[in-house]
C-alpha cells in the first residue's frame, strides 16, 4: 500500500510512525510512506500557503495553488491516481468499516488542513472526501491523520503478528471489544473462573457476552447497526 501525507507539518506525523505498529510495517515495506510539503510549491521568499479570506474574518485560509501541485507531484508518476481524503471537522465521521474499506486500497492520500480551513475550490475539485475523527476541533490534521494511519496499517495482511487480533478489534463488528485478563491470577481482584476453564467454546461465549454487555452500556448507538445472532439476541434480552 502506497500512503502519501500532504502537510506544511511533516515532523509532527513522522513523529507517530517512529516505532510500533506502523513502523515496523513500513520497515518490513508493507507501506511506502511519502510526505509532500505544499510549501515546497510556493514561490514567494516566505513559502506562503495561506491567506485572509474573501468577505473577512478571523484567521487564514489554504491556498489552492500550493496544495494542487502537493497533490500532483504525489501523482506524478503514470497512472498513480489516489484516493484523496481530507482531514476535516466537517467530513464524515471516521470508523473502523471506513479504516477497513482504506485498508483495501492500494494508493491512498490524506491532505492535512491547517488555520481556519482550506480554500473550497481546492476541495470541489481535488478531494474524493472529507474525513473527521471527532466531533472536536484539533490545530491542524496532522494528528487525525496519525490516528487514520494507525487504523488502517494495522489491518493490512502481515502487519499483526496474529491475524486475529485484528478481527477482534473493537468496533470489528458495530460491538466493542470484550475485558481483558492475563498473569498473574492472583493480583487485585479475580480472573474470571471461565477463562481458566480450558473450555474454549465456553471463552468464546463468554467473550461475546460481554461484548454486547459493554456496548450495550457504553456504546448502545452501535447496537443498531450489529449483525445479531440468536444467542446475541439472548444476552441482550437478559440485559433487559
Known sequence: MRLTIITIMPEVVKASFSDGVVGKAIASQLVELQFVNPRDFTEDVHQSVDDRPYGGGPGMVMKVEPLKDAVNFSERAPNSRSRRVLLSATGTRFSQKIAEEFARESDLTLICGRYEGIDQRFV????????????????????????????VVRLLPGTLGNPESGQQDSFSESLLGCPQYTRPQCSDGEVPSVLLS???????????????????????????????????????????
Open 124 to 151: 470541489d475539485q481535488y478531494v474524493d472526501e472529507e474525513l473527521s475523527i471527532g466531533d472536536f476541533v484539533l490545530s491542524g490534521g496532522e494528528l487525525a491523520a496519525s490516528v487514520v494511519v494507525d487504523a
Open 198 to 240: 480450558g473450555d474454549h467454546q465456553a471463552i468464546e461465549r463468554w467473550r461475546r457476552q460481554q461484548s454486547i454487555v459493554r456496548t450495550w452500556q457504553n456504546r448502545p448507538d452501535l447496537l443498531l447497526s450489529h449483525q445479531w445472532t440468536e444467542e446475541d439476541i439472548q444476552t441482550y434480552h437478559e440485559l433487559l
